[in-house]
């Protein structure tokens, strides 16, 4: 069976954003003064072939900890779909 697994990397909140707050700098100069934070991530989407849901979970899982995030600088989250 195949899932489709989105994988959501973003940093910290306890550390520095630069590439966020850059992007916040230049909203402001755009006169959008209500935007208060802006935090910059990755969205990666895989399709990955699993016996069963909890299989393709414990694979994205092993993934985003071990290859797609750096677990000293970001965390992540992920949600699987069944593809049809």
Known sequence: MKFEVQIN???????LDP?????LNTI????????QDVRIGKHILLV??????GEASK????LASQLL???V??????????LQ
């Not at 694979?59 to 092993?62: F, T, W």
Request: net charge negative.
């Open 69 to 71: 995030s750096n677990p």
């Open 9 to 15: 990397v973003m940093p910290q909140r306890a550390l």
């Open 48 to 53: 990955v072939e699993a016996q069963n849901e």
């Open 28 to 35: 402001h100069q755009m006169d959008y003064a209500t935007v």
């Open 73 to 82: 600088m970001e965390s992540f989250e992920y949600s699987i779909v069944p």
């Open 19 to 23: 590439q966020g707050k850059a992007v």
């Open 59 to 62: 694979i994205a899982g092993e």
